[in-house]
RNA sequence: GGAGGGGUGCCCGAGCGGCCAAUGGGAGCAGACUGUAAAUCUGCCGGCUUAUGCCUACACAGGUUCGAAUCCUGUUCCCUCCA
């Protein structure tokens, strides 16, 4: 892809929410095409050991930068990560201690090699910036950055006039100083890196804007640019990256894969061409056939596939993704033969691997000794509540009795005292319960 | 510090001595329709070994009453106005 295709493409997918350069795309094909490399920047926050779905845009965005050529720097906030952003939140941010802190950056930066295809140090730079603030000193800081902002300016900034106009949260100085540690980053990265560009969210214009602001202060007539991507919304008005479980996040072991994969294949026809063009690196003539795929075949959910597909094979690897793939419609279907293939690759099929995992029983696979079918067998309702399946008897109750959304292996289960009996199991070790037509649990009875 | 107003089920929000497990809306779940979509329509929507039953619940702790989410007292949190 030439420079200048670059950017219209970055453009068409909807990435590009503000710039501060009205022909970026121009230059940044002057940058790369001079003698020149161009150095872009993103930071990351280490609220978690772990990114979720809601920051995998500026990852990706960072990655496109880096396949057309650019020079991408990963910064994970060890010392902003003290501090809190302002940006985009209404309270003030609890602070972590250094330890957590230690655990976050380390497990973000293994994810950030993962997704930007590349080791640190040698195809992009990692840097953690409490490396260049642990040890400055505040009265030096106070000369050498302080002194180049305005209070004024600082206090129109969009993320701290929010807070200032909230009676109730307020800001603290702390994080009120947190602008200025961003804008520092930038003018050391420039310093160090010679890194001229930095991208973001949308709710970073501010702190990215100070850093070119602090950078044209002390180093005059230099071109210092920033983009930011755009906030992803969902048509339906929920939080994109939200289950009712909560976050979906990019380490398996807080959110299982297929987790992952099924909310993206569970994205609405009005989202789902979007977030095919920001998340994936589909091609966008390709994407425009899966658009008509979905018009003209819509049963197929060629385009939820291909999305779920690409982003999960992305966080979790092809072969992990063809399995979610496989698992799809095995569970779907109530295809115990294809059930078992793929479940085994994801390695759900051994009881011991998993259980333990916070949110165990909400895996669409649950593990069951063969030994409690025997006798009097096994209360139906006792081992759907059991997999996360129904919350109580009374929705239990509820279900068996007018529409019989419970079903085990397709049949209505017609009584509350049914029980399941080794004779029901037969042969096979893999009996499938279900709620109605979406939640689904594949049991596996182990003897 | 002074004066008012308020904290109700997952969320919003009625109720203001018994008919209240509590109107209504949203969310959620199920059913119909469909494309494993959206929209729409219908039912359910605190828990309990099967229920003209019991338990838990209307900020917290007490009290008045045959009986309180509803009245009284104290505590606590929040909002508005004044200083």
Redesign the pocket.
Known sequence: MTEAAFWSDLTDRGMVQQTTNETMGDWIASQLGSNDELTCYCGFDPTADSLHIGSLLPVVGLRRLKNAGLKPIALVGGATGMIGDPSGKTTERTLLDADALDANVKGIGGQLETLLEGTAGQDFLMVNNYDWFGDIRFVDFLRDVGKHFSVNMMVAKESVRARLED??HGISYTEFSYMLLQAYDFLHLFETHGCRLQVGGSDQWGNITAGIDLIHRKHHGEEIEGITFPLITTS?GKKFGKS?KGNIWLDRKRTHPYFMYKYF??T??ADVVRFLKCFTFVPLEEIGGLATS?ETE??L?ATQKALARQVTGMVHGAETAEACAGL??AM?HDDVEAFEKHAETLGLLDPSSIGSEESSTDLPVVHRPLSELQGEGLLAADLAIACGLF?????VR??VG??S?FRIDGKPVES?DYRITSQLLGSRRVLQIR?????KRMVCFHG
């Open positions: 009676r109730d339906s009712e294949f569970d609405d026809d979905m819509p049963h959910r799809e419609p779907h919350k109580s008897k009374g929705e509820r279900e007018s529409n959304g509350f709620k109605g037509k979406k939640n």
